[in-house]
């Protein structure tokens, strides 16, 4: 056999490939002869280049539909009150996001006859809709005018969240595209969820709850039919349709859609016709569903909650922005309590400030056609009985014309103004357009009288001794005046305030409320001047000799603080300052009298301490915050109680929670300072209190020359701190005092708020012991008891376990200071007697 091969034999693949290849070629050729077959291939890839350039123009880069399966719509912060209520809201914009299910489905089927009647049955794009924009396009094409959309519910989704509102064909296409993803990837209840919270109605609302509320003052489910077709037509643009100019064209426009709902079968004609003949029935006001309070104790929750959550969401600090977050924070406020705070303080302002003369225009704006607007850009007001904010428009003659935000004017008369400017000359003749000022109705509607913003300011601040938590806070007459929150950002000088805490240090170190200090001249070496300094008692009074620990403090005896503080050593004096929050200071004698700075609310804290046994306490205005989904996200209280929750007793001793914070001062020293102090009211600088007859302890407190004013105290169960001064440091005047000046506004704080609480004592610590003692020598009394007389020669004094007075008097011997008994108070106490000192703890509730 012959093996060898020849070339034409075909034996080998590699000629069959050859073959093949030359047969594919050929055919190849000739079918690329024919016309037709050219045409086909052109066409082909002419297709696909056509589908490349337009994903590449339309589709390319477009959001992610499925970015919608979790969308939160920006929804407000609600700030609630410690009950619940709510008392502001921050937010850009009126929104308040629903489920599907809350919609009424007369109010669906309104806005699926003015917007989309095919909704439930295309898959995404409405074919005739999209032909006649088309055309309209076209006809429209260079004349200037816009081209109605025909967009179906599905595409204005997609525009309002993910393409945005440009007017082009680009972004109509871009819209048609991820309407038809939209469809795939949520459900038509869900799509039409998302467009009912989204859409913007007008009136800085958006989504249809918050248009119901600001159209017609009431929630969606108690829409009428009329008021619903009324709010299916704002999509198409709501500045076309506004109640206040557009009347006749928004009721038109509503009759439209009720006839689309008759002709859809969602109502019949005669609901048609009953509701064609309603009027719009639109509320003239934009009000809120809640009254707003607290403006300076609101402004300190946003700031912290900005500073946690950040102010918008495009920060990226976290899903719970305050703008747009949606989050539900319950505060401290006590919405009686802060009103009783608001009012007392700018009464004491007012009181102060009254005869000074007018202090000045509030700010002033430049002046032309637009000064309505002006005006109301400045945010300027004041919520104080019938006061409003004005600004001069001119003067003629005897008589000033004034405009105010919303664009009404009124005549201020000459005699309505015609106060005293301070500086000199009248207030009425200072006045000149563009300034702002605050009047009150006189005489008429139309007719205003000059009212006068107090230029001495200060700060008030209402806490919980239990808690830290803080009730009310008000830092100045009014927080649309001036933003500055004189109760946590004025740093003062607290003056006598100051001393409880240096003689609280030599109760630390040895000493006794019964002690002897020496009530005289006391001087020091100044290292930094090489001279001697001496020190005096306010008002230069003379020494009173040796008087006892308790008789110095509620006198606040400058003398025998400082001589306290020699004492207990001034490094030991600013640590126990530093302890409880009041400040940092450096251990010089001056701090002992009040010479460092500290804020209202951090001396109210620390008398909180105080009450609270010597406990660390943090000042909170957050009581806990929840995410949009009701997750809670922050708790100012963080102890866990554990075992609250089981499903069965089990017969063990009640959980108990912790007690917060730590130790910051012997419980037993805060008590006794406590204590002390319920003599500065009964018998001391702060005995203008005594007539509320409760358990009240307190501190009044002037700076040097008289700058600040300050009074802070209270009850077991609640404390307040004031001050009074000027922005600018001045002399106040020799007369301003803190028991004259600062203790009268808590008083009439007090007497409006502490009648609806317990009148309790203050409850001593375990150890503390309670013994007769002659209240001016510090001598232990046998054989006499204490009078009801606040003035007694014989009172209660607590000591520290083996620290009680050695000497002793005899009753025959007391030296009584107090007016004598009358005959019926004498009867009274024989009545009394016999007592022991057990007869005492029983009186105040069982000391222990």
């Known amino acids: ?86 008392v502001q809201s921050f937010a850009r914009d009126r ?80 819209e048609a595209i991820l309407a038809y993803r939209i469809e795939d990837v949520l459900s038509k209840e869900e799509i039409l969820e998302i467009y009912l919270n989204e859409i913007f109605l007008g009136r800085n609302a958006y989504g249809v709850q918050a248009a119901s509320q600001a159209y017609f003052q009431k929630d969606v489910d108690a829409l009428t039919l009329p008021e619903a077709a009324y709010l299916a037509i ?48 639109t509320k003239t006001r934009k009000t809120v569903s809640y009254e707003p309070i607290g403006g300076y104790f609101i402004e300190e929750v946003r700031r912290q909650l900005i500073e946690r959550y950040g102010e918008t969401a495009d920060e990226g600090r976290n899903p719970y922005s305050v703008y747009a977050g949606g989050l539900w924070v319950r505060t401290s406020i006590d919405r009686e309590i802060q009103q009783e705070t608001t009012e007392a303080l700018r009464s004491g302002m007012l009181r102060y400030d009254r005869g000074k003369g ?54 201020l008369p000459r005699w309505a103004a015609s106060m005293t400017k301070r500086g000199g000359g009248s207030a009425f003749n200072s006045l000149a357009a563009g300034q702002i000022i605050a009047v009150a109705p006189e005489r008429g509607d139309n007719v205003f009288a000059l009212r006068n913003i107090p230029k001495v300011s200060g700060g008030m601040v209402v806490q919980s001794p239990h808690s830290g938590r803080i009730l009310a806070m008000q830092g100045g007459f009014d927080s649309r005046i001036s933003t500055f929150n004189r109760a946590t950002q ?40 090489g001279e001697r300094k001496c020190f005096r008692n306010f008002g230069g009074s003379r020494g009173a000799g040796a008087q006892t620990m308790r008789w110095g403090l509620e006198q606040s005896r400058n003398l025998m603080t400082v001589r306290a503080a020699n004492d207990a050593g001034m490094p030991n004096v600013v640590k126990t300052i530093k302890n409880v929050g009041i400040g940092s200071y450096q251990p010089y004698f001056s701090y002992a009298l009040g010479a460092g700075e500290t804020t209202v609310e951090k001396m109210t804290n620390a008398y909180s301490i105080l009450v609270n046994q010597g406990r660390e306490l943090t000042p909170t205005v957050i009581d806990y915050v929840q995410d949009r989904a009701g997750k809670v996200i922050y708790r100012a209280d963080k102890r866990v109680c554990e075992g609250c929750n089981m499903v069965q007793y089990d017969g063990k001793p009640m959980p108990r929670l912790k007690p917060v914070g730590k130790q910051a001062m012997d419980p037993m020293t805060a008590f006794q300072t406590v204590h002390m102090m319920t003599g500065v009211v009964l018998r001391g600088t702060a005995q203008n209190l005594r007539d509320l007859n409760r358990p009240l302890f307190g501190k009044t407190g002037t700076t040097t020359s008289s700058t600040n004013v300050w009074f ?111 005959p019926a108070q004498v009867r009274r106490q024989r009545e009394r007697r016999p007592r022991n000192d057990n007869d005492f703890l029983q009186d105040q509730g069982g000391i222990y």
């Open 1 to 86: 056999m012959n093996d060898t091969a020849s070339p034409d034999s075909g034996n080998g693949f590699a000629y069959r490939l050859r073959r093949d290849a030359g047969g594919a070629g050929a055919f190849l050729a000739r079918s690329w002869a024919r016309w037709w077959v050219r045409w086909l291939t052109y066409l082909f890839i002419a297709f696909w280049v056509a589908i490349a350039i337009f994903w590449v123009i339309f589709a390319r880069g477009l959001p992610s539909a499925e970015t919608l399966l979790d969308y939160d719509p920006p929804v407000p912060t609600m700030v609630r009150g410690y009950d619940g209520d709510i």
């Open 95 to 174: 929104r308040v996001q629903l489920e599907y299910n809350d919609y009424p489905q007369q109010l669906i089927d309104a806005y699926l006859a003015a917007e989309d009647k095919t909704f439930f049955d295309h898959d995404g794009l409405d074919y005739p809709g999209v032909a006649g924009a088309v055309i309209d396009y076209v006809t429209k094409l260079g004349s200037g005018r816009r081209a109605k959309g025909g967009s179906t519910i599905t595409q204005q989704v997609a525009k309002n969240l993910l393409v945005g509102d440009e007017y082009s064909v680009t972004r109509k296409i871009r």
């Open 234 to 281: 704002l999509p198409k643009g709501p500045n076309n349709y506004r109640p206040e100019k557009d009347y006749d064209r928004a009721i038109e426009r509503r009759n439209y859609v009720l006839g689309e709902m008759q002709r859809n079968g969602f109502i019949n004609e005669k609901e048609m016709t009953d509701a064609r003949a309603a009027p719009l029935g």
């Open 358 to 411: 007018w202090s000045g225009p509030i700010n002033t704006i430049e002046m032309d056609e637009k000064w309505a607007r002006r005006l109301d850009s400045t945010n300027i007001g004041v919520n104080y009985r019938n006061w409003r904010v004005a600004v001069v428009l001119g003067k003629e003659g005897a008589q000033a014309s004034i405009g105010f935000a919303n664009g009404e004017t009124g005549i």
């Open 490 to 529: 004025a740093e003062r000088q607290p003056g006598s305030t100051i001393k409880p805490f240096v003689y609280a240090t030599a109760l630390d170190q040895g000493l006794t409320p019964a002690s002897q200090i020496v009530d005289d001249k006391f001087c020091v070496y100044d290292g930094s001047t």
């Open 712 to 822: 802070v105290g209270g009850t077991p169960d609640i404390v307040a701190g004031v001050y009074l001064g000027y922005d600018q440091p001045q002399n106040m005047g020799g007369y301003a005092q803190g028991g004259t000046v600062a203790a009268p506004i808590f008083k009439q704080f007090a007497q409006k708020v502490l009648p609806k609480m317990p009148a309790r004592p203050f409850i001593a610590p375990k150890g503390i012991r309670m013994v007769r003692i002659e209240r001016r020598s510090g001598r232990r009394v046998f054989g006499q008891w204490p009078s009801d007389d606040p003035k007694s020669a014989v009172i209660w004094e607590a000591f520290k376990p083996e620290t009680e007075p050695k000497r002793s008097v005899r009753a025959e011997d007391v030296k009584e200071t107090a007016p004598k008994a009358r």
